[in-house]
């Protein structure tokens, strides 16, 4: 079957770093790490396995950052992953094969897919400490068992992603899709589930201020869980453009601030709170007072910066986003005791009373009618159309992408 595949070649990594400075498809071109070819089908790991034909697969940041090369190369997580990568983990699709030992999942089946390669997937009994409370991100085993290392399907190289018309997954992993609700919708549970699992650690006060920090998938998928969980919270949203702006509206968001310029972020907050402006002999200004919590779904130098000089006094920073590192100015961490959270994907969750995965629980609020979205996919690409797709999600001003999806029913 033909694929997308990622490999690591530092021949083809300085292809990409040298005409990428001409033109951003270097690094989706014939001599990038990118490659369209045919690999072998999937096979069952072990008897509680299914093979899984691709409906849909959607775009995630985290994959354009790493086709554009978006990344260091200290990054500590390099040492559980291998290549070549089927890159693609918010897949949907039909279960069309089963392994002898699947006692839940059956053919025929709509699915979403948790791409966690944790324990179960891994065959390896018991489970881990964290794989027994549903923190299979943070899984023990990342580079044990049944399979090369590797954290999830897509950056395992013996785990398929959804960049190819099959991939694999253990039964554990595959959560039905109920009638009501579509692939279109299904193919979000995995960007849900990350914003809910960051405002679940985290919630807002009552009658509190929280900002929602950049308005790409995460960030509006976590506007109307704010407004429908926390109605008494007060949202403030950046946006960056004015595409975003437009849906985060649609989303539910009333107060937004669409604009590039840290210093005009700040001094609009400072006006929204109703609160002084400190400026210092140089750089960027700060508030003593401002928001309570902020989830900050960039996770840039920029917005670290900007975020800590608006949060207010023992404000709770939640950052699910990852950019590269570069140096801020952080004496305000410190000054305002501000509580750094990391958030890492998604896994079982205390929502309402109950403990349910988050994909779960994304799946029950569209069936009962909980939860209701605009349509978030703008793209659709066919798999050959690979190349397309990425540029579109890498170059959010000029293409206007909320979301680009594979789609594997997509026509010539």
Aim: aromatic share 10%.
């Amino acid at each position: 079957m033909k694929a997308v595949l990622f490999r690591y070649s530092m021949v083809r990594l300085a292809f990409a770093r040298v005409f990428g400075l001409i033109t951003p498809r270097a690094y989706v071109s014939r001599g990038s790490p990118l490659s369209f070819e045919d690999i072998a089908e999937p096979k069952f790991h072990a008897d509680d396995w299914a093979i899984v034909r691709t409906r849909l697969c959607g775009v995630c940041g985290s994959d354009t950052k790493q086709v554009f090369l978006e990344g260091a190369f200290d990054n500590p997580l390099t040492s559980m992953i291998t290549f070549p990568q089927v890159l693609g983990h918010e897949a949907v699709g039909v279960i069309e094969q089963v392994g002898p030992g699947v006692a839940k999942r059956q053919v025929g089946e709509r699915v979403v897919l948790n791409p966690w390669l944790s324990c179960a997937p891994r065959g390896i009994e018991p489970l881990c400490d964290a794989c027994q409370r549903g923190e299979y991100y943070l899984c023990k085993h990342f580079m044990d068992g049944n399979l090369p290392p590797g954290m999830h399907i897509g950056n395992c190289s013996a785990a398929t992603g959804g960049y190819a018309p099959l991939f694999g997954a253990h039964e554990s992993q595959l959560f039905p899709i109920p009638d009501p609700v579509s692939f279109d919708q299904a193919v979000f549970a995995d960007p849900f589930s990350v914003s809910l699992h960051a405002v679940l650690k985290a919630p807002p006060i009552e009658d509190g201020l929280a900002l929602v920090y950049g308005c790409g998938t995460l960030g509006l998928l976590t506007i109307p869980i704010l407004r429908k969980f926390y109605p008494r919270t007060e949202v403030i949203v950046i946006a960056r453009y004015e595409h975003q702006e437009d849906m985060a509206r649609r989303m539910g968001a009333l107060h937004i601030i669409r604009t590039r310029q840290p210093v005009e972020i700040i001094e609009t907050i400072a006006e929204m709170v109703g609160t002084r402006v400190y400026k210092p002999w140089h750089g960027k200004p700060m508030l003593l007072r401002g928001v309570d919590v902020i989830y900050d779904t960039v996770g840039s130098a920029e917005t670290f910066e900007v975020g800590m000089r608006v949060a207010g006094p023992h404000a709770k920073y939640v950052v699910t986003g990852v950019a590269i590192p570069a140096r801020f100015e952080w004496t305000p961490h410190y000054f305002k005791e501000i509580e750094f959270i990391g958030s890492n994907a998604f896994g079982i969750e205390t929502f309402q009373g109950l403990r349910l995965h988050a994909m779960e629980i994304y799946l029950r609020l569209l069936e009962e009618g909980e939860l209701s979205l605009p349509e978030l996919i703008t793209h659709r690409y066919r798999l050959e159309q690979y190349q397309s797709a990425f540029l579109a999600t890498h170059e959010k001003e000029k293409s206007g992408a909320i979301k680009a999806v594979i789609d594997y029913n997509l026509k010539e």
